[in-house]
Nanobody, 119 residues
Framework: QVHLVESGGGLVQPGGSLKLSCVVS????????MGWYRQTPGNLREPVAV???????DYADFVKGRFTISRDNAKNAVYLQMNSLKPDDTAVYYC?????????????WGQGTQVTVST
């Protein structure tokens, strides 16, 4: 079983910054994806940024140039540095991990952390 614990959410003013962290415990497959999604009330959960164990990050258009995803494989951790935050970025942010094996994908989710961008 894989367990994800997020931290770093909170209240920030427009234009400010926050850094989200997610620590993963349990077994990660040699090939895996780590990423961040977000969700607002009444809307579907949407991808924000994804980073495979090997390769370049993939960002949603609405965060390109403002958010940076990174991972520390030695610590089984993934981070999301969020700069130039806007009120529209207000959401619950979820850490996501996908174990990838031949013919099998196993998704896991964190409990979510609230990010509120407001004056």
């Amino acid at each position: 079983q894989v367990h994800l614990v997020e931290s770093g959410g909170g209240l920030v003013q427009p234009g400010g910054s926050l850094k989200l962290s997610c620590v993963v415990s349990g077994h990660l497959s040699a090939t895996n994806l780590m990423g961040w999604y977000r969700q607002t009330p009444g809307n579907l959960r949407e991808p924000v940024a994804v980073l495979a164990d090997m390769g370049d990050p993939d960002y949603a258009d609405f965060v390109k140039g403002r958010f940076t995803i990174s991972r520390d494989n030695a610590k089984n951790a993934v981070y999301l540095q969020m700069n130039s935050l806007k009120p529209d970025d207000t959401a619950v942010y979820y850490c996501h991990v996908m174990n990838v094996r031949p013919g099998i994908t196993e998704p896991f989710w964190g409990q979510g952390t609230q990010v509120t961008v407001s004056t």
